[in-house]
């Protein structure tokens, strides 16, 4: 196992982040790209593959977007940038509808702006904007009682250390200021969690933050239950294959054979315990993305 990493999603969220370059504050309004370019994905026939990294690699006036499915590209830029900045610790939503290809279909997008924005504004509206006139996509947001789970304080109450004073502080159209030397371990930043040698530990988070951030490892919608105020130090007793759901496989992708291994949510559950906290099955608000319309774009 890596000795330091950050969950994914996380890691993948914030490895993005910290690639991109600061950009220029946005302009009034919400600005539309000048050029756009959107071309089926090389090595179409091989939709799993490796697609070389993230590819948004942006700069303040372009928009890069490598070998990408338009649900994606829903996740990236109606959830991850919703209101125009990068949340790392948006809340997973669930996308219905739309055609067959749109969970496989891959495609490479070029969109050049007038004028610099801000990486948010590229990501968010603009490429909202794009989609809706490139996809002709139509989306809605729904909201329906779901089944979830409470975040609760365990009987003898909450064993929660108290932040840590080093963790550094985060500006999503600022990144330079976690950048990191080749091969050197990614530093504790807050609001955000890193699996390493000693387990899974968060820093500096409230527990709304912590219920999101198990949100991303169990098969529901975590909800904050324990009404305690105030940030802190977390740490769960978990490896790498804890936080992996599903059947277990070798490097090469095939199944293998695991006959110990526990449920992923159990051994979630029980790490959860051992803070003084439980996670109980309730129900709760859940918000969803349906796709009312979706059509394969021209290329050009």
């Not at 089926?40 to 697609?51: I, K, L, M």
């Not at 979830?148 to 064993?159: D, R, S």
């Not at 200021?177 to 609001?191: D, K, L, M, Y």
């Amino acid at each position: 196992m890596a000795s330091q990493v950050i969950t994914a999603p996380l890691a993948y969220a914030l490895l993005v982040w910290m690639a991109v370059p600061a950009a220029a504050q946005a302009t009034a309004g919400t600005p539309r790209f000048e050029v756009t370019s959107v071309k089926p994905c090389p090595g179409q026939a091989e939709p799993n593959r490796p697609r070389g990294g993230d590819g948004r690699a942006s700069s303040p006036d372009r928009l890069h977007l490598q070998c990408q499915t338009l649900m994606s590209l829903i996740g990236w830029s109606y959830v991850m940038f919703a209101d125009g900045r990068f949340d790392p610790l948006a809340t997973p939503l669930p996308i219905s509808g739309g055609p067959p290809w749109a969970n496989t279909a891959l495609f490479e997008i070029e969109a050049k702006a007038e004028t610099p924005q801000s990486w948010g504004t590229l990501n968010g509206p603009m490429l909202r904007s794009l989609l809706e006139e490139r996809f002709h996509l139509k989306i809605r947001k729904e909201t329906k009682e779901i089944p979830v789970y409470a975040l609760t304080i365990a009987k003898g109450g909450p064993h929660l250390e108290a932040p840590r004073s080093d963790c550094i502080s985060i500006d999503p159209e600022h990144p330079e200021n976690i950048r990191t030397e080749p091969n050197q371990p990614i530093p504790a930043v807050c609001g955000f969690s890193r699996l390493t040698s000693k387990g899974w530990e968060a820093f500096s988070v409230t527990m709304d933050q912590f219920a999101t951030m198990l949100s991303f490892e169990v098969d529901r919608k975590v909800i904050d239950r324990t009404g305690l105020p105030g940030t802190f130090d977390i740490r769960l007793d978990l490896a790498v294959e804890d936080l992996v759901r599903g059947a277990p496989t070798d490097d090469l992708g095939q199944p293998v054979s695991r006959p110990d291994r526990q449920d992923t949510v159990a051994i979630i559950r029980s790490a959860v315990e051992k803070l003084g906290l439980r996670m109980e099955s309730s129900k709760g608000p859940g918000e969803s993305l349906v796709i009312e319309e979706a059509q394969r774009p021209s290329e050009n």
